[in-house]
């Protein structure tokens, strides 16, 4: 265990005080603290220094790119989190406020053990060695819709939309 306590941020609705996800961060000995929409996460990055921010990418007041920017060059690390079907994958952005955005995304088992290791907390260690259905309950976030691309307009198409102007 670490001997300072891991300041940890969360970021979205889908975190809640009485969630399962909060539960296990707080009695694995973090202190958390929960920001609803991009502009209370600002203010709270603003009061103090996080060890982690976990956020969901869209937000009530926009996405939650903008943190990105607000934490480089410190020594936050950051993860987005995506619904997928029954629960999210979790995407990295920053690893100790170096940008790390474009690597794998991790599913929740290895995220847990991610986790783990990165705040060095033993009740995380044993989640993230326990089976799959013990480690640390993620939040559920609603799927995400996978729209159809639009099909991309042929040449003769933009031609007559071009005359037709």
Known sequence: MRADTPHILLV???FTPGSQFFERLCR???ACQIANSLEDARAAVRARTFDLV???M???DGSAFPLMALLERTKTTLYFCVGVHDGCWWLPALERGRRVWGEAALRPAEFARALAELLGTDA???AAS???ANVIPIPVLPSVETAKP???ATEDERRARKSSA
């Open 58 to 60: 869209g937000l009530p």
């Open 150 to 152: 639009e099909r991309a």
């Open 54 to 56: 976990l956020s969901e």
């Open 28 to 30: 694995s000995g973090c």
């Open 124 to 126: 995380l260690h044993a």
């Open 130 to 132: 326990a089976p799959a």
């Open 12 to 14: 979205g609705r889908s």
